[in-house]
T-cell receptor, first 122, second 107 residues
Framework: QVQLQESGPGLVKPSETLSLICNVFGDSITNAYYWGWVRQSPGKGLEWIGTIRQSGTTYYNPSLSSRVTMSVDSSKNQFSLKLTSVTAADTALYFC???FGSGSHPAVLGYWGQGTLVTVSS | EIVLTQSPGTLSLSPGERATLSCRASQSVTNSYLAWYQQKPGQAPRLLIHAVSSRAAGIPDRFSGSGSGTDFTLTISRLEPEDSAVYYCQQYANSWTFGQGTKVEIK
């Protein structure tokens, strides 16, 4: 049973960098799946942030791409998100995700973490 | 960017009734790249349907998806109390975007 668990600071100051980690259980991050991040805020609803594969291939939301970096740490079976220059508009519940199945499109999100709330405030 | 508009905003129906949820795209969604998710309070979204009409593993057959081009529909044939949730459509033909959701309430 694949399980994803997000972790990171719940409070980030404006203009600083938001950093989150997703720990993967029940699966190996080196398998040929796509891993990613989605956020949810009252104002913007669900918003795809980006997707990464263990090989290093990344896809970022064009509206966020200038501020987003994702990476994979195979030794720890986890992947991470960094979002720079945050503002109040980045306050949201952040979910990590995994592609539904190897035969499905990377955007079909079959596995989700429970989400971690990040508030941007001074 | 493809904008998805879902309607109605809220649907209030009784158990056993049929629910029809609409998702309209601002431009054509090619290759049947459309999915539906269910989200209950305090939970992450759950994949129901992908590729317009393919049910994900473990999803009851009372959930079905249809449509093409710019108009898509999620149908719940016989509502159960546990179907009370917010439902989101997602397109992945041009970047990946979600609709704003339809809330289904069970009377």
């Amino acid at each position: 049973q694949v399980q994803l668990q997000e972790s990171g600071p719940g409070l980030v100051k404006p203009s600083e960098t938001l950093s989150l980690i997703c720990n993967v259980f029940g699966d190996s991050i080196t398998n040929a799946y796509y891993w990613g991040w989605v956020r949810q805020s009252p104002g913007k609803g669900l918003e795809w942030i980006g997707t990464i594969r263990q090989s290093g291939t990344t896809y970022y939301n064009p509206s966020l791409s200038s501020r987003v970096t994702m990476s994979v740490d195979s030794s720890k079976n986890q992947f991470s998100l960094k979002l720079t220059s945050v503002t109040a508009a980045d306050t949201a519940l952040y979910f990590c995700t995994r592609q539904f199945g190897s035969g499905s499109h990377p955007a079909v999100l079959g596995y989700w973490g429970q989400g971690t709330l990040v508030t941007v405030s001074s | 960017e493809i904008v998805l508009t879902q309607s109605p905003g809220t649907l209030s129906l009784s158990p056993g009734e049929r629910a029809t949820l609409s998702c309209r795209a601002s431009q054509s969604v090619t290759n049947s790249y459309l999915a539906w998710y269910q989200q209950k309070p305090g939970q992450a979204p759950r994949l129901l349907i992908h590729a317009v009409s393919s049910r994900a593993a473990g999803i009851p057959d009372r959930f079905s998806g249809s449509g093409s081009g710019t108009d898509f529909t999620l149908t719940i044939s016989r509502l159960e109390p546990e179907d009370s949730a917010v439902y989101y459509c997602q397109q992945y033909a041009n970047s990946w975007t979600f609709g704003q959701g339809t809330k289904v309430e069970i009377k």
